[in-house]
């Protein structure tokens, strides 16, 4: 009994021993990220040219927006550092796929544009409107173009308003471009990752790449895909990503335009954003609207293509 008394005891200090250790590395890795993080705002505010994305830098430098720079730096360098390696010119197109919404608040458009590594950020919804797995497969490989746009209602069942009825008046012969917006207010975008297996989007844009063929030379997807392990990313803002990711070109080799593939529905927790103006900016669809390609998306590369050829 005795001898079970002071194993007890000695096992009562180590759980106390691990516990420390445990809360101790758990600090260390909070301090550390938060180093690192002020290391790349400084940097970031260091070669920003644009006054818009000067004070929206400095401003929001500890804020909660900011939180996950690090780690959606660290995501995306690890796909960049690949990509180096591979045979692509210093010019490329990243797509980035990821789950998405607008909500609750506005920022300039150049704040997605925060350093020169990106020439332009690409937005291919309408405001309020959601898109297809396929929409992600025609953005990453290039296929699609706004002649392929089809809007349909989104809702299986209840809606009072014809597919037809779904797309925006005025819609725009050309996407969404932040490099033209300028200073433009734009919703706050926020994404969220893709959740394979059962995750239909990445699924179905798997598929189509068996079927029609991958991306191209020059051309980069990155799928918002966290391993088990980092499951802290549930919803990071958008412009965060993109700050992100031109902190991580500035330091390779490359200069990109990058192109989000996701949906942009109104998900605002309070007051839904004005309709009026989002279509004074670029587009706005009604509720319950989704955008999906038009077959001839798969088959247009090869028209353009033999029109090269031939004339």
Known sequence: MQASGEMEKRLHELRKKLLLLGVQRSMGNTWRNMEQRQELLKSAIENCRNQSVLKWLRDGSESRAFSHVVDMFNFLKERIDVEEKKN?????????VAHGAIRDFMIPASCLLPLPSIT??????????????????????????????????AKKDGCLIPDGGHRPVKLPNYWNSMKTAGDQMIPNITVSPLK???????????????????????????????PAERTSLQSVPFSVVCLAASLVLQSSRF?????????????????KFD?????????????????????????????????????
């Not at 394979?196 to 990155?222: A, C, F, H, M, Q």
């Open 120 to 153: 332009d950020v690409l937005l291919y919804s309408p405001w309020n409107c959601t898109s297809s797995a396929d929409v992600s497969y025609g953005v990453a490989t290039g296929r699609i173009r706004p002649q392929h746009r089809v809007f349909i209602c």
């Open 255 to 271: 200069q990109a335009t990058l192109h989000l593939s996701a949906c942009l529905g109104d998900q605002s927790a309070g007051q």
């Open 88 to 96: 692509h010119s210093n010019s490329v197109d990243i797509t980035f």
């Open 275 to 311: 309709k009026d103006y989002l279509q004074t900016q670029y587009a706005c669809a009604v509720d319950s609207t989704m955008m999906t390609p038009s077959a001839d998306m798969f088959t247009g590369s090869w028209t353009d293509a033999f029109r090269g050829w031939f004339g």
């Open 196 to 226: 394979p297996p059962e995750d239909g989007v990445w699924k179905r844009y798997e598929s189509l790449t068996k079927k029609y063929g991958e991306p191209e030379r020059n051309r980069i997807v990155i799928p918002f895909i966290l």
